[in-house]
Each structure stands twice: as structure tokens, then as C-alpha cells.
């Protein structure tokens, strides 16, 4: 699980990842399924013009969990593209483990492995940000091609999308694309910037932040390091909301009661 301690995060794997640089392939949605069907209905709302806070809200009807699963797979698909732009770079090579992160934080990466049919080992490793980054990148991929964790059948993914496990699950990838974010405006920005591609990014990063906003997907603690960047983009979440600024930018009880955070309750376990 992710743990803080003296600003260091702690993430887990049980698969054997390397830190060496990956290409990660888009995940596509089945056609017939429930995420197929709600990815359809994000890009329609984007594609007719709509806004992306239009794009984030939950259409009527719908299962909010489903719609979560949709878009963790969507910003997997934009960040994993994103990190193909930097990850030929041979400057990522000069990052030492503890480098490249937000100021302040440092994230770690913990593997479990199996040593015996009845004993495993668990490890935790100082990465530098780019590893921390692949290493994130494969796991999270690892997880939505598990299809007894996010299923490409219709029935299986009614009995899924429901359980909690489903929910914690979610919450995990989001704080760990998050993180991703962090690390590329925090180290890569000027590399996008010099590629004309820093529009993209910001585009990419104000539509994940809106959804988190909407479904209350990000802690506060894994927000903080990143304050400069998420408040900014929170605000302007609030006035489109019609509830104001949010006070700094982080007070989110100000929502109205009809908010669609409000008609997710499992969405709520995912942050704990």
C-alpha cells in the first residue's frame, strides 16, 4: 500500500518490473462493453464542442463506477503517450536515484516478491524519476490487462465495478497518474515546451484534475507537493461549477448537493 513517511511515498508491485524505459501500447475498450459505451459518450460531449468540465459529469443514468473505469483507462492511454514523447531522451539516463521529483517529496517503489510456496520478500528501492515513472507506467498496465480486475465483459463488469476492492483499486491509479503529472512538469516541462507540446500536456492535466475534483480521487496529501500546479486548475473547476472559487482552492465542501460526487459514494472508498 502507499505510505508516507518524511515526505517519502512509498509504492507497491508484486510483478517484477524493471526501471529500464518502455513503450506502453494504448488500451482500447471492447467493443459491446460498458467502458466501450462511456469512452463513446466522453468523446461525442468533446467532438460536439462541449467543455471538458461538460465532458467530466456524469451523463444520467449511468454507473458512476463504470465511468471511472472508462476514464482510468483514457488518462492511462494520454499519459503513457505523453511519456513516449521524453523517453528516448538520453537525458533521463543522468537522473540518480531521489532526482527528478516535485520539491519536497520523493517517491520510492516497493516490489513483493514470492520466495517460497509459503514466504514472500518485499523490497524498497530508490528510483530516480524516470524510473519511478516506467516502473508506474507498467504497473498500472499490468493491472487494466487483468481482466479479473478490469473485465472486458458486460456481465463481469456489473460485478466488478460494484465491489469496493474495484473502487480502492482506482483510487490507487489515480494517486500514482497523478504523481506521473507531477514528475513531468516538474523535470520534462521544458522538454514538452521545446517540442511545441506543453498545450497538450496542460490540456491532458486540467482534464484529469477536473475528473479527480469531480469524483474526490486525490488526497490532499499527494495534492500538497503539487499545490502551485492543482489550485490554478481547481479554481477554475469551481467558477465553471458555479460554487465559487473553493475558497484557496482546496475546500471542497462548498459543493452543492446535487453534484455528481455526491450520487458516487464508492468513488469515496478509492481515496482512503
Known amino acids: 500500500m502507499l505510505e508516507s513517511q518524511h515526505h517519502h511515498y512509498q509504492s507497491s508491485s508484486n510483478s517484477n518490473n524493471n526501471s529500464s524505459t518502455a513503450l506502453f501500447q494504448p488500451l482500447h475498450h471492447r467493443s459491446g462493453t460498458m467502458r466501450d459505451r462511456l469512452h463513446s459518450l466522453t468523446k461525442s460531449t468533446l467532438g460536439a464542442g462541449g467543455s471538458i468540465h461538460q465532458a467530466v459529469a456524469l451523463p444520467k443514468g449511468e454507473s458512476c463506477a463504470g465511468w471511472v473505469a472508462a476514464h482510468t483507462v483514457d488518462f492511462f492511454n494520454d499519459l503513457s503517450l505523453?511519456?513516449?514523447?521524453?523517453?528516448?531522451?538520453?537525458?533521463?539516463?543522468?537522473?540518480?536515484?531521489?532526482?527528478?521529483?516535485?520539491?519536497?517529496?520523493?517517491?520510492?517503489?516497493?516490489?513483493?516478491?514470492?520466495?517460497?510456496?509459503?514466504?514472500?520478500?518485499?523490497?524498497t528501492i530508490r528510483v530516480s524519476a524516470p524510473q519511478y515513472v516506467n516502473l508506474v507506467l507498467q504497473w498500472i498496465s499490468d493491472q487494466l490487462n487483468d481482466r479479473t480486475?478490469?473485465?472486458?465483459?458486460?456481465?463481469d463488469e456489473q460485478v466488478v465495478y460494484a465491489t469496493p476492492a474495484f473502487a480502492a483499486l482506482c483510487g490507487q491509479i489515480f494517486r500514482r497518474l497523478f504523481r506521473v503529472y507531477g514528475i513531468l512538469y516538474t523535470s520534462f516541462f521544458g522538454t514538452m515546451d521545446a517540442l511545441d507540446m506543453?498545450?497538450?500536456?496542460?490540456?491532458?492535466?486540467?482534464?484529469?484534475?477536473?475528473?479527480?475534483?469531480?469524483?474526490?480521487?486525490?488526497?490532499?496529501?499527494?495534492?500538497?507537493?503539487l499545490a502551485i500546479l492543482v489550485q490554478p486548475v481547481r479554481k477554475q473547476y469551481y467558477a465553471l461549477a458555479g460554487i465559487g472559487n473553493g475558497g484557496n482552492g482546496y475546500n471542497t465542501s462548498k459543493r452543492s448537493n446535487n453534484s455528481t460526487r455526491s450520487r458516487c459514494p464508492t468513488t469515496q472508498q478509492s481515496v482512503r
Open 82 to 123: 505523453i511519456w513516449q514523447v521524453v523517453a528516448s531522451d538520453p537525458y533521463l539516463s543522468s537522473f540518480k536515484p531521489g532526482e527528478g521529483y516535485p520539491s519536497g517529496v520523493e517517491y520510492r517503489w516497493s516490489s513483493t516478491t514470492t520466495t517460497s510456496a509459503t514466504t514472500t520478500a518485499c523490497t
Open 149 to 155: 480486475l478490469f473485465p472486458d465483459d458486460a456481465h
Open 198 to 225: 506543453a498545450p497538450h500536456l496542460n490540456t491532458c492535466f486540467k482534464h484529469f484534475m477536473y475528473f479527480c475534483v469531480e469524483f474526490g480521487l486525490l488526497p490532499e496529501r499527494e495534492v500538497e507537493p
